[in-house]
């Protein structure tokens, strides 16, 4: 069974810095793309950053060169987000592609919250 857990929310201040992880576990196929995608209270769900196989990594425009993704060789995927800002604040979710076929899996997200 595939599981996707994220963690690394909490509080934080505006031009704070917190990274997000998301541990993946059951994976027996070959994922393409991993992604943090965020919803905001009252708002639609997201992307934040996509990463490929290959290392590819795409960014909304909003945390160009504030967010950082990475992936490594088990699984995991990372979100580092720095200079934060109160509009970053959301729950955080993490989603993984597999190739074929091309189903999408999901975590339960972890919460960022502006402190201020």
């Known amino acids: 069974q595939v599981q996707l857990v994220e963690s690394g929310g909490g509080l934080v201040q505006p031009g704070g810095s917190l990274r997000l992880s998301c541990d993946t576990s059951?994976?027996?196929?070959?994922?393409?793309?991993m992604a943090w995608y965020r919803e905001a209270p009252g708002k639609q769900r997201d992307l934040v950053a996509s990463?490929?196989?290959?290392?590819?990594a795409t960014y909304v425009d909003s945390v160009k060169g504030r967010f950082f993704i990475s992936r490594d060789k088990r699984n995991t995927v990372y979100l580092q987000m720095n200079t934060l800002k109160s509009e970053d604040t959301a729950m955080y979710y993490c989603?993984?592609?597999?190739?074929?076929?091309?189903?999408?899996?999901w975590g339960k997200g972890t919460l960022v919250t502006d402190s201020s």
């Open positions: 059951g994976i027996t196929f070959s994922i393409n793309t």
């Open positions: 990463i490929t196989s290959g290392g590819v």
């Open positions: 989603k993984i592609t597999r190739v074929r076929p091309s189903v999408s899996y």
